[in-house]
């Protein structure tokens, strides 16, 4: 029997397939990485009897990176990084180990079916997963077809039997696009953000941004909420002048009329206006005109609406949005949310879509009325050719999806609802009057069919006064007419929901890729959200956009990249060569990237007046092992200490707190060291600030601190204060807190597990022997004498803490609150104690389950 092996984008798809198609008959196991489930089953396959297994992936298998010398910032100049730096395609996600999980999965398979999202980058990575499989899959005749891609828009039985009776091809083209804007990306946002990061914070000291990025999509993002800041800065009001008037008849409530010429912008003149209308006591009515008018219908929902209007009647961010919208889909409430058509094909099945919908009390009435009457065709739409509109595929309840997931389902129903409603249809009255010379008027607006806007009723005719009921020649009394000073206003800043439609118009990103862009600028501190889901643009935002501008417009002006996304399509339609699109944009950018190098004095002016150079910023902290005086601590991101009389910079541990510690200094160098914590509930450890940026040992990376470093002597290092490897991750080292008594704890030196131990006791100290069970160091302790948990009241104890019965319930696991303090580099497997069998000790495995029966 043929194996048929089949792939879906989340584990969750996965699932909710194969369920479909085994009608609920498959077998399920963990695949070995643990993150993703084999679900198996025998059904019919191209006319034959086969066995299926149904597996997925965690998103992309694979991601593009430099090769790794050229990850190092200080010896790569960014310039190589155009064209001289190799980039290779590396996994993801290590951990997840999913190459081999495939392969193991593939082996001795026949066929693969494509379940991967249906757009460029699930097309990607369809790629991505052949890769990894086709060397290991049994080999057919040369004819015969092996890989299958499955298109399908909603996880409906419907949908999913279709896609798998009218199986296709991955489209290499759609792919290649991806890997094109992946790589573009990746050079130019690296060669950019490498040279402007060093530049400046190298100088100034108060940027606040642990990183300086440039991106082709996400600068010119910017560069919209700068452009509208910069308006309302340069505002400058005017004054200008209408005319009021009231006007009544007999008891009738007044009516406020509008002036025809509705401002102007000199008094004397509007003065001389209101004096000819007052010439005449009584508005004389010139004419009566009603019109029934129509308020059409929403066209179907896509991507980029459905941000919009989630931004900003729903009060959520784009990104936030977007998982939301993919948890719904996943979970087969909801179409493919990633679409850009607002055209429904002729075979879409509205009516069954809409027959769900008949339960819910919400808009029952409303449903049934349309299924009895017979649904209204939605409105012509653009039709991308990608996914059908969002829809709701199922009824739910708010029960079922939570807060937000249920206000963003709700609205998608009743848009929905609404696109096949009939429009909204009222009675305008215009009622034109003349006072004197000049013309005046007064209109209102009356309901006389809801139609859509009955689920959609902040769109609704609002309730208004009735207008009164007059003909030609009538006259009215004047009540009041006056002249009224106002003033012009300026705009208001960016909403998000104006920045995405912004973003659409200009061609910046893609359906998918605008929330990262909108978020990757809140993230850089580049633009705060503001209540109203408002983005201004902080003072780090404003500069390098003015800077942009005075160096070369077109790194923050949207013309270019929008050529560049048009040249991407043109790949995907295999209308465009992969490789010259490629090398043109690269060149452009190249040439732009050495005139930038060599315009960043100008640039560097604007800094000048914004920021604090780097020198007069920050606290003294700890002494220069060099010169022997007093570093200053820079607290703002990134935090860092600097020497002025060195004029050297030395990096720290992000995302904690930086303290002295003790004024002992480091024996290699002299530097004082100091402690990093992540707070009470966290970890600590001390670090020398010389070592962390320039380690001292071949075995050590960058970014690692005294509880990593393999000095063989020092009474810091992790030969002084390791006790035995950590009892969940493979390659950490437990690791005793010296500043943690009385409340005394050991820490992985590279994962968040924390270990709580010995509370109260005197001192904790690692001794210089090892368990014989599991080759731990043994630590001494010197309890408290009044509470002591030892035995007759006595006080000091030496033994291991995971094989001794007389700590076993003095030791608590606990997972650190941790805020990612560094950004990787490796660190070591082992303890490296200095005495060769010692150095990566064993894990204590009988012991792992009594720790993690106190895991919290």
């Excluded at 055209?343 to 919400?362: M, R, S, T």
């Excluded at 065709?377 to 309840?397: E, L, Q, V």
């Excluded at 862009?517 to 643009?537: A, D, F, M, S, W």
């Excluded at 109260?760 to 090892?770: D, F, G, L, T």
């Amino acid at each position: 029997m043929k194996t048929v092996l089949m792939v879906a984008e989340k584990p969750s798809l996965a699932q909710s397939i194969a369920k479909i198609l085994s009608k609920g008959n498959c077998t399920s196991r963990k695949g070995l990485n643990g993150a993703c489930s084999v679900l198996e089953y025998t059904g019919s396959f191209q006319g034959q009897t086969v066995r299926f297994k149904m597996t997925s992936v965690c998103g992309h298998v694979m991601s593009l990176d430099f090769i790794g010398k050229y990850n190092n910032w200080d010896k790569v100049d960014p310039a190589e990084l155009f064209s001289q730096a190799p980039t290779e395609k590396k996994e993801a996600n290590p951990k997840l180990n999913m190459v081999k999980f495939l392969q193991v999965e593939a082996r001795g398979c026949d066929y693969v079916v494509l379940w991967l999202d249906c757009d460029k980058e699930g097309e990607n990575i369809c790629f991505e997963v052949l890769d990894a499989i086709q060397p290991v899959m049994n080999k057919g005749s040369v004819r015969e077809q092996s890989v299958y891609r499955a298109k399908f828009s909603s996880i409906t039985d419907t949908d999913i039997w279709n896609a798998m009776n009218r199986l296709g091809e991955p489209n290499r083209n759609e792919a290649l696009s991806v890997d094109a804007r992946q790589e573009l990306d990746l050079r130019i946002g690296c060669a950019f953000t490498r040279f402007q990061t060093k530049y400046f914070q190298g100088k100034y000291g108060n940027l606040d941004s642990s990183l300086i990025s440039f991106g082709p999509c996400q600068t010119p993002t910017l560069g919209f909420c700068v452009e509208r800041h910069d308006k309302i800065q340069s505002f400058k009001p005017e004054t200008y002048w209408v005319i009021q008037a009231k006007v009544f008849k007999g008891k009738d409530s007044p009516l406020t009329l509008d002036w025809h010429r509705v401002r102007v912008f000199d008094r004397e003149v509007g003065q001389m206006f209101v004096n000819l209308a007052k010439t005449s006591r009584e508005a004389q009515v010139e004419s009566v005109s009603k019109k029934e008018k129509a308020k059409q219908r929403p066209q179907a929902l896509n991507t980029v609406e459905m941000l919009r209007v989630a931004s900003s009647a729903l009060g959520m961010g784009p990104q936030h949005t977007m998982q939301i919208a993919e948890r719904l889909y996943t979970q087969g409430y909801i179409s493919y949310p990633r679409t850009e058509t607002t055209h429904y094909p002729e075979n879409f099945d509205l009516k069954g879509a809409l027959k769900q919908q008949i339960n819910n009390c919400i808009w029952a009435e409303e449903v049934k009325a349309l299924l009895s009457t017979g649904l209204n065709r939605p409105r012509k739409g653009t039709d991308a050719g990608d996914h059908p509109p969002i829809t709701p595929m199922r009824a739910a309840s708010e029960a079922e999806l939570g807060s937000d997931g249920w206000r963003l389902y709700e609205y998608i129903t009743r848009h929905f609802i609404a696109t096949v409603s009939q429009d909204c249809m009222y009675l305008q009255t215009t009622i034109d009057f003349k006072i004197g010379t000049e013309a005046f008027s007064c209109s209102g607006k009356t309901l006389v069919s809801a139609g859509y806007t009955a689920l959609m009723p902040w769109q609704g005719i609002p309730l208004e006064e009735a207008m009164p009921t007059c003909e030609h020649g009538d006259t009215y009394t004047v009540d009041e007419i006056k002249l009224v000073e106002k003033q012009t206003s300026p705009p208001d800043y960016l909403t998000e929901a104006e920045l995405i439609t912004l973003m659409e118009k200009h061609g910046i990103g893609t359906d998918a890729s605008i929330p990262v862009h909108i978020n990757n600028i809140c993230q850089r501190n580049y633009v705060t959200v503001e209540n109203g889901r408002k983005l201004k643009p902080t003072n780090l935002g404003i500069v390098l956009v003015h800077g942009y501008y005075k160096t070369d417009a077109e790194l923050v002006l949207p013309t270019i990249r929008s050529a560049v996304e048009k040249q991407l399509n043109l790949i995907a339609l295999g209308k465009a060569n992969f490789q010259q699109v490629l090398q043109h944009t690269l060149d452009i950018f190249k040439r732009k990237f050495h005139y930038f190098v060599d315009s960043i004095p100008s640039m560097d002016e604007l800094m000048e007046v914004s920021f604090s150079p780097i020198a007069a910023t920050g606290k003294p902290l700890s002494r220069c092992g060099k010169c022997h005086r007093f570093m200053k601590y820079i607290q703002a991101k990134p935090s860092r200490l600097h020497c002025s009389h060195c004029d050297e910079t030395y990096s720290l541990p992000q995302n904690g707190a930086i303290k002295l510690y003790k004024e002992l200094r480091c024996p290699l160098d002299d530097f004082e060291l100091v402690l990093w914590t992540s707070g009470a509930r966290g970890k600590s450890y001390p670090l020398c600030p010389y070592c962390f940026s320039n380690p001292p040992f071949r075995d050590m990376k960058k970014g690692m601190g005294c509880n990593e470093c393999t000095h063989p002597s020092c009474q810091h290092s992790l030969n002084s204060y390791g006790i035995g490897q950590c009892v969940e991750c493979e390659s950490g080292v437990l690791v005793l807190d010296p500043t943690s008594g009385p409340k005394w704890r050991m820490a992985c030196n590279k994962c968040n597990v924390v270990v709580h131990f010995f509370e109260h006791a005197h001192r904790v100290q690692v001794a210089q022997e090892s368990c014989d069970a599991c080759d731990a160091s043994l630590v001494a302790v010197d309890f408290n004498k009044t509470r002591t948990p030892l035995p007759a009241g006595e006080t000091q104890h030496t033994g291991c803490v995971f094989c001794d019965p007389v700590f076993q319930n003095l030791v608590e696991l606990k997972h650190a609150t941790m805020r990612h303090p560094r950004g990787g580099g490796a660190r070591r497997g082992g303890r490296g104690r200095g005495r060769g069998r010692r150095g990566n000790p064993k894990k204590p495995k009988d012991k792992m389950a009594a720790l993690a029966a106190y895991f919290v």
